[in-house]
Structure formats: C-alpha cells, structure tokens
C-alpha cells in the first residue's frame, strides 16, 4: 500500500479547482461555475483519501506483530547539507491512520455538505480548491515520519487557515479575523521550532522512531532538556489548539464559511497539538513538570473557555467555545498521562463537534444567514431532520451515557483523579467544567429549537429577499446537506463504543505508539461516574426549564449583569491584550517610524537625491548646445592644461 495517495488526492484536488477557478470563475465576464462540479472534485478527492487511509487500516490490523505495524514511503531526498540528511518520508502506524481516517472520512462529509452550503457563493472553485489543501497539509502532518515534515503540514494548516477564515476577505472584519489567527500561530510557531531545534542539538535525530529509541535509552539523564523541550513544543501547540494565552484566534475562526469552522474544530488544525504530544509522549513522560503545565493549562482553558460560552448569542460563538473548553480536556488527559484518552477524546470530540457545526449552518442556512439564537426559537417544526441531529450532537457533548462524548470525558475525568499525575482539584475543574458544557450547551439548543419562535425582525436578506431571522419562514436544508449530518449523527451516538474503560479497543490499538497502562475497575470509578452524569443531567434540566420560556436570557442578563458583562465580553482578554501588548507595539512601531525611518533614513536617502539633484542642475548650465561656447571652454580648457604642465617643469 503506497500511503503517499492520501495526502496526493487532496493535493490534486486542490490544483484541478484551483486551475478551474482561474479558468472560469476568477474574473469578471467569464461564465460563473456553480459549487456542483468542484465540490464533486474536491469530494471525490478527499473521499480517496479516505479509501486508501482505511485499506491501509486493515493492513496494518492484519498483522499480528504490534511492532511492525508501520508503513513508510520515502517520497524523495529533501534536505541534504553535509552529513545532514533529510528524506520526505510518510510513516502511518497506529497513530498516524486513526488521525488519517478521522480528518478524511470528517472531512468527506464536510466537504459533500459544502455543496449544498456554498451554492450560492460567487467563487466555489477556490474555496474547495483551499478546502482540499487544508486536508492535504493537514494530511502530511499526522504522515510525516520525521519533525521537519511534519513541521512542513503544520505551517501549512496556518496558511490554510489564514486563506479560509478570511476568504470573504472583502470584509475588513473577516480579513482581520484571519489575519489575527495567522499572527496569533506565528508566536506558537517560534516556540514549536525551538523545540525542534533543541531536540536535534541534543539527540542528533529528528526522525520519530529513531528518537523514541534513542530517548528511551538514555533520555533520563536528559530530563531537564526535556523539561524544556517539551514547554516549548507546548507553546507551539497553545497556539494551534487554542489554549491559554494562545487561544483568543479561535473564536475569531468563526469570520470563515461553517464548512471552514467545522473543519477546523472537528477534524484538521486544532487536533494537530495532541497529535504532537501523542506521537512524542516519550518525552513527556520523562518530564513532571512539562506535563503538570499541560494539565493545568489544559483544566484552566476547558474552564476558562466554559464560562465564556455561557452568554455568548452567536450560535458558531458558542460552538467555538465550546471548542477551547474541549481542547483543554484533551490536554488535561495527556498531561495526566492519558494519552491514549486524549487521542480518544479527538476521534469523539470530531463526530459531534463536526455535526455541530453543519448541525449550526443549516439553521443558519434555513433562518437566512442569521446567527442569533434570540431571533431563534421553534425550529423543531421547521427543520425537524435538522432538529434531530444537532439532539443526538448535544448529548454527545454533554456526555449522556451511551454517546460517544460520554466515554471519552468520563475517562478523562477518572484519569485526572486517579492517575500518578492527576490531582482531586483538577479532576474537579474538569466536573464542574462539564457540568457548565451541559449547561450553555442546553440552552443554545433550547433556545434554537424547543422555545416559541421570536418575533420577525424588519431586516431583509439582500439577495433573496426574505425576513432575516424570522423563524416563521425558515426552511429544511437539502439532502446534500443533512446527509452528511446524519452519517455524522450515527457516528456521534455510537463512536464512543471503541473505548469502553477496561475493554478499550483504542487503548490496544495504540499500544506501539503508547504504551498500555494496566488498570482494573473499582468502586470509586462508578461513584466519580455518577456524579459527573448526575451534574450534566441536572445541568440540562437546569437550562431547559430556564429558557423555554420566552424572554429568559433577557431576564437573567437584569439579574445578573456583572456575570453577564464579563461572560459576553469574554473577560475582556482581547481588551487586554490590545492595551499591553498591540498597543505599545503599535505605538512604538510608529514613533520609530516618525523619530528614525522618517528623520533619519529618509533624510538620508533624500539628501543624496538632492545632491545629485543640484550638481546635475549646475553642470546643465554649461550644455548651451553653442559650438562656440564648446571650442571657447575646449580652449580655456587647453590653456589651463598647458599652464599647469609648466609651472609643473619650472
């Protein structure tokens, strides 16, 4: 099996609808191509990804040696300096396919259900073309058998990332949104290199399996270069994964199409960070301190990140920060060890996290682009398909026992308390952290589908003219459009089956990437279990008894304005960070724009025209175009020649 077809279908895609873009849809009084034909392309693209990634599944599962479980290509000589010596070299094991079948068979789906999304978008051929090349990249990071590979895929998904969240870049504020997520990863980025860097200069490889060997072996007397080698590898994956102080972008995704932000909370760039600590927990596990900052940055975000979601009224805004708070579970399980629970909590967090999203566009797809859950209310009639699958996604977010989001956070949860680097306090945090996911969670869902429609608003939608955000006339999606959301809502109610404790296929499966901790059930598990469940399920009731009555978000924001201002207002971070840091930045970029690029360089440069200005002008003078006045100054000329060469002699 020949694994560098996974990320080459993708790729193909994305020069097919690139040169279809260019050919038909780039400029004025060409013939407009509608989303069918691309979004078949990039579809089909990705879905052979996703083929090849599954044939390779089996392959892999077929042999019975868990040690050569591995399948590598060498695509060709990369790098080559001396006795330096990069291949770009594609390695899946158990790892990288899971990572592999999750971001193309999710990404499948996105892309058919774009389809329907983005028919109406005047430039389909470049945003599929841009959908299939985010995959691709995304692809090459999980495959990459080497940190410079994979370091190639991760700049990649930046890029990928800036040209999608703004690619209604008309807007100055969704310009500005992925410009913000382009620079945010950047800082990441430096301290992800570094890491880099320091793991070459101290153990002269930067290829996986040879690193793993040569760390297991004589790592230990490196534990305080590992200490730092995994915080700065962490820094990088602050950034992608948006957690704290690295997460602001995040939120900010939400400029970009839905299919976009479904792509990146779901399945492609935000999961690269626990794929990163996953693939080197080796390191990790040589360094306490490297993983307690994980797991405490991981509770701080999950918490953090919730109480922001609780007054958000954008239905993407409350997803996407539902999104951090998830990511911070997922590094709350690797930094307590749980590796293997974290890569769980991925696979999970992408079936429903992905139905979510799409689940969000087709409401908004049916209320006429409106985004504003309190212009919502009564879908249930309306969009009932719709309905039923974003109630399948909620209880697998809010960790209903049987769906998939209950395995995985349940499991993180006992981790955090039990394992060796676990802590009572962090596995609180995490509780009360669920309890407010199953919260918000409820009342968005709630106030979209189960309270009385709100009133019409005047607005009309330019191109179509019908009522913005009046439920009375929202509509059904297509079938190109809830299809995949019901093959998602299968996923998301029983994908969490591969990782029941104790009889873990996942945990097994993993087993030559991360190593298997054994454990045996006890009573404190079922007890820890049915307080977190007791705490959603009281969560829940909470927030439907709130808000199904019409206007009780307006009624708790009299009653608890405080909570609510700061809530909204996101704890007035980005306010932060513009008066400490974007600021004295800015104006120190522009005092030494006017005191030194301005009064000195510019100066400079000027004063040398100006000479060159003056002297030309004054030699000018002498160019009469008179033969006369030419033989006189010739003459004078001779005359001054001469007397100098005599009075030279004498």
Request: aromatic letters at 14%.
């Amino acid at each position: 099996m020949n694994i560098a077809y996974i990320p080459f279908f993708p790729l193909i895609g994305f020069l097919i609808n690139g040169l279809w873009y260019l050919l038909f849809q780039s400029k004025e009084g060409k013939k407009k191509a509608g989303a069918v034909p691309t979004g078949v392309i990039a579809s089909l693209a990705i879905f052979s990804s996703f083929v090849v990634s599954l044939i390779a599944f089996f392959q892999l599962s077929g042999n019975p040696d868990l040690e050569r479980r591995v399948i590598e290509e060498t695509i060709f000589s990369w790098i080559s300096v001396g006795d330096f010596h990069i291949d770009f070299a594609l390695r899946m094991d158990s790892l990288s396919v899971l990572f592999a079948m999750v971001i193309s068979g999710v990404g499948s789906l996105i892309h058919v259900y774009s389809i329907g999304y983005m028919s109406e978008d005047a430039t389909p051929g470049k945003f599929f073309a841009f959908l299939n090349l985010f995959c691709f990249a995304m692809l090459i990071l999980v495959l990459g058998a080497s940190l410079p590979v994979t370091f190639l895929g991760w700049e990649g998904v930046g890029l990928c990332s800036y040209l999608l969240i703004g690619y209604w870049y008309e807007d100055m504020e969704k310009a500005s949104a992925g410009k913000k997520a382009f620079i945010v990863n950047r800082i990441g980025d430096f301290g992800f290199i570094l890491g880099i860097f320091l793991i070459f200069t101290t153990f002269g490889t930067m290829d996986y399996e040879v690193l793993k060997g040569v760390v297991l072996q004589n790592g230990a007397a490196q534990a305080g270069v590992c200490t730092v080698i995994g915080l700065l590898l962490f820094l990088g994956c602050t950034g992608k994964s948006a957690q704290i102080p690295l997460y602001i972008w995040l939120p900010d995704a939400m400029a970009g199409p839905t299919p976009v932000s479904a792509l990146i909370h779901a399945a492609t760039m935000v999961t690269s960070g626990i794929y990163v600590l996953a693939r080197l927990n080796f390191i990790y596990m040589l360094s306490p301190t490297a993983m307690a900052v994980v797991a405490w940055v991981g509770a701080c975000t999950a918490f953090f990140a919730a109480t922001m979601a609780i007054a958000q009224t954008d239905i993407k805004k409350v997803l996407a920060y539902s999104t951090v708070s998830q990511l911070g579970y997922m590094f709350l399980a690797c930094g307590v060890g749980g590796f293997t629970a974290g890569v769980f909590h991925v696979i999970t967090h992408a079936f429903f996290k992905a139905l979510l999203f799409l689940g969000a566009g087709s409401v908004i797809f049916g209320m006429h682009h409106e985004q504003n859950i309190l212009k919502m209310g009564g879908l249930r009639s309306k969009m009932p398909r719709t309905f039923m699958v974003m109630l399948i996604a909620t209880a697998a977010i809010c960790g209903i026992p049987g769906f998939s989001g209950f395995f995985s956070k349940d499991e993180i949860l006992w981790l955090s308390f039990h394992s060796e680097h676990g802590h009572p306090a962090l596995w609180a945090i995490g509780a009360i952290t669920a309890m407010m996911t199953a919260f918000y969670m409820m009342r968005m869902f709630t106030l979209t589908f189960l309270t009385p429609p709100a009133p019409a608003t005047k607005e009309h939608s330019a191109d179509h003219g019908h009522h913005h955000g009046d439920p009375n006339q929202a509509h059904e999606s297509p079938w190109v459009m809830v299809g995949p959301l019901v093959v998602l809502a299968v996923l998301s109610a029983l994908g969490g089956f591969i990782g029941i404790p104790h009889m873990s296929w996942i945990e097994h499966w993993l087993e030559p990437v991360i190593p298997v901790h054994e454990s045996h059930f006890q009573a404190l598990e079922l007890v820890l279990m049915f307080v977190s469940v007791l705490g959603a399920a009281a969560s829940i009731f909470a927030a439907y008894q709130i808000y199904k009555k019409p206007g009780a978000s307006q009624r708790l924001q009299a009653r608890f304005p405080l909570f609510h201002k700061i809530s909204y207002n996101k704890w007035y971070v980005d306010e932060v960070y513009e008066l400490l840091i974007i600021n004295p930045i800015a104006n120190l970029s522009r005092g030494l724009w006017k005191s030194f690029d301005a009064a000195v360089i510019d100066r400079l440069v000027l004063s040398v025209g100006r000479v060159s200005l003056w002297s030309g002008q004054s030699l000018r003078v002498m160019q009469t175009g008179s033969l006369q006045v030419y033989a006189g100054m010739i003459f004078i000329g001779l005359i001054l020649t001469l007397g100098y060469l005599v009075y030279g002699i004498l």
